[in-house]
C-alpha cells in the first residue's frame, strides 16, 4: 500500500495541495473554482465526476466560507473514495478450484503492456507459491512469445508456447491449459493478441480462444490490460475487448509515467469492472494490488 502511495504521489500532481492553497486563500471566485475543476480534468477523472465532485465540495464550501482547508479536503478525499467505490470485489482468482487449476486469460490493445502485466503476475503468484503456467497465444505479434519465454526464465514458471509464427492462439491456450491440469499447477495465465485492425476477427478469435479453453475448465478471470497514459481513447478502444469477453477486471498501466490516474474512476464506470491491479513500472516487481485508500491518497496527497 504504502509502495502504491509513494509510486504514484511521484507522478501524479497533489489535488490536495492545489485545493488547499486555493482554499487557505480565503474565498473562492468563480475563476478558483473552475481552477480545482481544472485540475481534476487533468488528471483524467472525466467530465461528470468532476462536476460531481466540485458541485458537493462548492455546496458544503457554501454552508461556512470559513470552513478549515484541511476538513474541505478530507471532504474531497472522501467523495473520491466514493467515486473509486472501495466496495468493489478487487480479489484474484488464481487458486486451485474443484481439483483444477485457475485460469486466468489477461486481454487488450497491443502496446498496451499485456505481455509484461504476464510475466509481472506470475512473478507476484510465484512469490505467494503458486504454481504457474503461461500461455502464450498472442501468435500475431512475432516476438511476444520469445518476450514471455524470457519473463518464464526469469521468473521461474514454464511457458507453452507454438514453434510457428501465426499459429492458432485458441490451440496454445488448450495446451497451455492441459499443461496446467497435468502438472496441477495452481494457476495458468494466458496472452492473448490484440489486433484492433478488425472488430469481427477479434471478437472471433477471443470468442474461439474461450470456447476452447472451456471445452477443458471454466476460465475464473478475464483481466483486461488498458494504458493508463491512453485517456478516453484507450477507454474506447478497450470497450470492444468487453463487447468481446466477459471481463472480470482490469489491469491500469503505465500509472508511474502519468499524472492522469483519475482515468481509473473512468474506466470502472464506463466498463462496470473494478480495477484489480496496476503497472508501476516495466520491471519484474512493479505490479501492484489496486488498493482504492491508498490510490486516494495519492491523488488528493
Ligand atoms: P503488449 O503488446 O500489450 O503485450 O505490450 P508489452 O507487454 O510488450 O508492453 C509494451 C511496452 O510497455 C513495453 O516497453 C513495456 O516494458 C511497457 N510497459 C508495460 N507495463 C508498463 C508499466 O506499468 N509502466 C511502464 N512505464 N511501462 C510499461
Not at 224 to 232: E, F, P, R, S
Not at 271 to 297: N, S, T
Request: net charge negative; charged share 25%.
Amino acid at each position: 500500500m504504502r509502495a502504491l502511495r509513494s509510486r504514484l504521489s511521484r507522478s501524479n500532481s497533489a489535488i490536495g495541495k492545489s485545493l488547499l492553497a486555493l482554499l487557505s486563500s480565503g474565498n473562492l471566485s468563480e475563476e478558483d473554482w473552475e481552477d480545482v475543476e481544472d485540475t481534476l480534468l487533468a488528471a483524467d477523472l472525466g467530465i461528470e465526476p468532476t462536476t460531481e465532485l466540485v458541485d458537493s465540495l462548492r455546496a458544503r464550501v457554501a454552508v461556512d466560507p470559513t470552513t478549515d482547508p484541511e476538513i474541505a479536503k478530507d471532504w474531497l478525499y472522501a467523495d473520491m473514495l466514493e467515486l473509486v467505490d472501495p466496495s468493489m470485489d478487487r480479489g484474484l482468482a488464481a487458486s486451485r478450484v474443484d481439483g483444477r487449476p485457475a485460469c486466468i486469460l489477461v486481454v487488450g490493445v497491443n502496446g498496451t503492456g499485456k505481455t509484461t502485466t504476464v510475466g509481472k503476475l506470475a512473478r507476484v503468484l510465484v512469490a505467494n507459491d503458486r504454481d504457474v503456467v503461461l500461455g502464450a497465444a498472442d501468435t500475431f505479434r512475432a516476438a511476444a512469445a520469445d518476450q514471455l519465454e524470457t519473463w518464464g526464465a526469469r521468473v521461474g514458471v514454464p511457458v507453452v508456447r507454438s514453434d510457428r509464427d501465426g499459429a492458432d492462439p485458441a490451440a496454445v491456450a488448450y495446451d497451455a491449459v492441459r499443461h496446467g491440469a497435468e502438472m496441477e499447477a495452481d494457476c495458468v495465465v494466458v496472452d492473448t493478441a490484440g489486433r484492433l485492425h478488425n472488430k469481427v476477427g477479434l471478437m472471433d478469435e477471443l470468442g474461439k480462444i474461450k470456447r476452447v479453453i472451456e471445452k477443458q475448465q471454466p476460465i475464473d478471470e478475464v483481466l483486461l490490460v488498458i494504458d493508463a497514459t491512453t485517456g478516453q481513447n484507450g477507454l474506447t478502444q478497450a470497450k470492444v475487448f468487453a463487447e468481446a469477453v466477459e471481463v472480470t477486471g482490469v489491469v491500469l498501466t503505465k500509472l508511474d509515467g502519468t499524472a492522469k490516474g483519475g482515468i481509473v474512476v473512468q474506466v470502472q464506470r464506463q466498463l462496470g469492472v473494478p480495477v484489480k491491479l496496476v503497472g508501476l513500472g516495466e520491471g519484474a516487481d512493479d505490479l501492484a494490488p489496486f488498493v482504492p485508500e491508498a490510490f486516494v491518497d495519492a491523488i488528493v496527497g
